[in-house]
């Protein structure tokens, strides 16, 4: 099993739709869960983080996270075109600390 | 500088050659990352330098991959021998060392390719 599992994708939906991205992770203990968006050739960016359970919302976007569970996912409100690329899941270790777990990501690909 | 710089951008290689590769981090901080990319998967982590306490080299994948970091700055990743499945977007990654908060602020890369 993967310490951080994401669907490949590619998940489509259409300019103006909710986009929903899901990650689960193995290690119990993680405290610091973080979503960075990679466009194509370029390197991830940070676009959100959460250490609590619940909702934290920024601008369209929302990250949710239930560690019952073991699970955190994004939200992506009004999709826009630019949103296209990959969303990168990366999860903290047990204890906090800075060395993060990196799924695989997903595509996203938003349609006119 | 503005963000983190790595250098060079692309570097072609031939089989057995060994490779440096360059990563100056954001001025101030002090924890530096480096990590693997193949091609559509993720970031596999190689290793870690944390301030002054010994680096976690958990992630590197073999006794060819080494990396130093010289007064607690700019990093060199050193691959010997290298072999084609070494061919891989190389990032480099630094933040500072706090529990709470530890936004990685990531570099263009450098792209390997092994012939």
């Known amino acids: 099993q993967k310490e951080v599992e994401q669907n490949s994708g590619p998940l489509s939906v259409p300019e103006g739709a909710i986009a929903s991205l899901n990650c689960t992770y193995s290690d119990r203990g993680s405290q610091s869960f973080f979503w960075y968006r990679q466009y194509s050739g370029k390197s991830p960016e940070l676009i959100m983080f959460i250490y609590s359970n619940g909702d934290k919302e920024d601008g369209r976007f929302t990250a949710q996270l239930n560690k019952a569970s073991q699970y955190v996912s994004l939200l992506i409100r009004d999709s826009q075109p630019s949103d296209s690329a990959t969303y990168l899941c990366a999860v903290g270790p047990t204890g906090g600390g800075n060395k993060l777990t990196f799924g695989t990501g997903t595509q996203l690909k938003v349609e006119l | ?115």
């Open chain 2, 1 to 115: 500088g503005a963000g983190v710089s790595q250098s060079p951008s692309n570097k072609v290689t031939e089989k057995g050659k060994d490779v440096e590769l360059r990563c100056d981090p954001i001025s101030g901080h002090t924890a530096l990352y480096w990590y693997r990319q193949s091609l559509g998967q993720g970031l596999e982590f190689l290793i870690y330098f944390q301030g002054n306490s010994a680096p976690d080299k958990s992630g590197l994948p073999s006794d060819r991959f080494s990396a130093e970091r010289t007064g607690g700055s700019v990093s060199t990743l050193t691959i010997q021998r290298t072999q084609q499945e070494d061919s891989a977007v190389y990032l480099c990654a630094s933040s500072y060392l706090d529990y709470s908060y530890n936004e990685q602020f990531f570099g263009p890369g450098t792209r390997l390719t092994v012939l």
